[in-house]
């Protein structure tokens, strides 16, 4: 420690905050390319617009991705429903 | 059996020319037969690197178009025994590469060489997906800095999926990671991403860590590969990766910085 860390403790460790926005872009970016078809973004938001022709559910709570299991791609669309009042 | 090594990056500017010509240079160093190609059609840099630039004639696309012998091509290193260098065309573009006449001149390489170093122009289209495709080995070049590791993910990707061993269910190609442009002091107080993070991230074996050094660029500037400076810290660093590369174990350097007691009286708290 020396006499200058008082002012240096003010000020954002800026590296921290880059490792954190790269492991949240990275992580969606692997998905978007592991999980290949382009037409993926589309085929959620015609989805979510037919379950919101029913239910009024958030953009945010539709969540959609696609696996390897064996020789099968499975499309796991997960939506979490609001609750009913 | 000849090895077939891509430096590569996504990024521009990040080291991959010099990582080539250092690994090239270091590969022949310690006896293997080695050729280093320029992959970066139109804007050659490889042989101002390498100090080779007023002795080009013929280029890798001159003889992918039968209008030059591989023979009349090569460049050998006036300094290095074993290193050869094939240098781009800097008058054509990049579609002038053809996945049939790379595949030739690698195979052509392949009976006489034991490695052959492919320098991956910047970006992902034609130069940089051919200069990947026949490869073994990746050496993935990255600078501890956003969007540098970001391409680097992307690059990973590709090589994971748009290569030849990839497309023919082969054994993967073996990546590893190199970061270069490293100042541990901009690491200690917290400035720049250290390379456990960017190991991290991208999750691959480190092979090294290049320090930011002018040793650099003066090498650069006059044409030698900064491997051949035996006491810069730069040069020993890249001795270091091509001996971890050719499997002998040896402790990463440079990670820290040496303080002075200027630098323990106002640098960082870190060690």
Known sequence: MNFLSYFRAQRKQTASVAKERLQI??????????GGPDYLPMLQ?????????????DRNAVRMQLDQEGDCEVLELNITLPDSP | MTRIIVVTSGKGGVGKTTTSANFAAGLANAGRRTAVIDFDVGLRSLDLIMGCE???????????????TLKQALIKDKRTPGLFILPASQTRDKDAL?????????DELSQEFDYIVCDSPAGIERGA???MYFADEAIVVTNPEVSSVRDSDRVLGLLASKTRRAERGEPSVRERLLVTRYAPSRVGRGEMLSVEDVQEILAIELLGVIPESTTVLNASNSGMPVILEARSNAGQAYQDAVARFLGEEREHRFLTEKKGLFGWLFGGSSA
């Open chain 2, 98 to 106: 053809t996945t049939e006449g790379v595949e030739r001149v690698l």
């Open chain 2, 129 to 131: 997906y051919l200069a």
């Open chain 1, 45 to 57: 938001d015609e989805l979510l617009a037919v379950v919101r022709k029913y239910i009024a559910v």
């Open chain 1, 25 to 34: 872009i990275i992580a969606r970016e692997r998905l978007q390319c592991a």
């Open chain 2, 54 to 68: 007023r002795r080009v004639v013929y280029d890798f696309i001159n003889v992918i178009n039968g209008e030059a």
